[in-house]
């Protein structure tokens, strides 16, 4: 099993930035990949971010050119770069990873969720 664990959620100013990680742990080598998503008040979870563990990334339209996703296998994390948030960017943001169990059926883990919220 893997298990996920945020950090980095907070409060932050429209135009500001924040940075959010993910740390793996359990059966990390059995992660293929990571992603972010996020689910705003009364909204759908939705893909924000996603990032292969070779490094191919994939970005929701709604956030390219202002989010970077990035990940260090070696310490099992995963980083999402928020610049340039706007108020609708407020969510609770939930880390994911796709990983393999023991029978090589493709499982998918997600961390506790961290609060991002944009608002002056």
């Known amino acids: 099993q893997v298990q996920l664990a945020e950090a980095g959620g907070g409060l932050v100013q429209p135009g500001g930035s924040l940075r959010l990680s993910c740390a793996a742990s359990?059966?990390?080598?059995?992660?293929?990949?990571m992603g972010w998503y996020r689910q705003a008040p009364g909204k759908q979870r939705e893909l924000v971010a996603t990032?292969?563990?070779?490094?191919?990334?994939n970005y929701a339209d709604s956030v390219k050119g202002r989010f970077t996703i990035s990940r260090d296998n070696a310490k099992n994390t995963v980083y999402l770069q928020m610049n340039g948030l706007k108020p609708e960017d407020t969510a609770v943001y939930y880390c994911?990873?796709?990983?393999?169990?023991?029978?090589?059926?493709?499982?998918?883990?997600w961390g506790q969720g961290t609060q991002v919220t944009v608002s002056s």
């Open positions: 994911n990873a796709d990983f393999y169990n023991n029978y090589g059926i493709l499982l998918s883990s």
């Open positions: 359990g059966s990390t080598f059995s992660i293929n990949g």
């Open positions: 990032i292969s563990r070779g490094g191919k990334t």
